[in-house]
């Protein structure tokens, strides 16, 4: 199993510019969220899904979508990139449920000039 | 609202040194707590959870114990080596809702041969 998968792992943009940041998983886990790690800030979540179809705003919502076609697969898209954005992104999944862990992607490091 | 509160670092510490990394949360109901660590360019990963008061999570010689009265999960381990380096995050999911996950700031501990 590929666990959680994220691409690209690293990532320069102009601000102003749109991207789709890519993250899937292979076990089939029905809880998928975006998380962005900052100095002294700790995981902060962006948005989450329940399951296919169904997402949620999590602590900083603004500027970025997603969206949960499949099971599988949580792309976050960054509409209208803004320095603010510069952070190291992760994306997890787990089984859901309040005992469950969750399993991280290795990240990917966006950079927005 | 639901938040976790951790000690801030780094924590230096010298091999076969007891380790203590604390952690206080606030929750409504019934939270599961968590503790993950992060090893430098990865992805975050379980060392140990706690789903009830009382309950002590344990993994790789660390332990947490889960206290309602005090709402704290402090991370001990007896004697810390080299490997032990990396940052470490103390976690909630909400049971309330939709499940959430709510991370610390994170606490770097560097431990010196």
């Known amino acids: 199993n590929a666990g959680v998968t994220q691409t690209p792992k690293f990532q320069v943009l102009k601000t102003g510019q749109s991207m789709t940041l890519q993250c899937a998983q292979d076990m089939n886990h029905e809880y998928m969220s975006w998380y962005r790690q900052d100095p002294g800030m700790g995981l902060r979540l962006i948005h989450y899904?329940?399951?296919?179809?169904?997402?949620d705003q999590g602590e900083v919502p603004n500027g970025y979508n997603v969206s949960r076609s499949t099971t599988e697969d949580f792309p976050l898209r960054l509409l209208s990139a803004a320095p603010s954005q510069t952070s190291v992104y992760f994306c997890?999944?787990?089984?859901?449920?309040?005992?469950?862990?969750?399993?991280f992607g290795p990240g990917t490091r966006l950079t927005v000039l | 609202g639901n938040s976790v509160t951790q000690m801030e670092g780094p924590v230096t510490l010298s091999e076969e040194a007891f380790l203590t990394i604390n952690c206080t949360y606030t929750?409504?109901?019934?939270?599961?707590l968590f503790w993950y660590v992060q090893y430098p360019g990865e992805g975050l990963q379980l060392l140990l959870k706690a789903t009830k008061a009382d309950d002590k999570g344990s993994n790789k010689g660390f332990e947490a114990t889960y206290r309602k009265e005090t709402t704290s999960f402090h991370l001990e381990k007896g004697s810390v080596q080299v490997s032990d380096s990396a940052v470490y995050f103390c976690a909630l999911i909400t049971t309330s809702g939709t499940y959430k996950y709510i991370f610390g700031t994170g606490t770097r501990l560097k431990v010196l041969a």
């Open positions: 929750a409504t109901g019934y939270p599961s």
């Open positions: 997890a999944s787990g089984a859901g449920g309040p005992y469950n862990e969750q399993f």
């Open positions: 899904s329940v399951g296919a179809g169904i997402t």
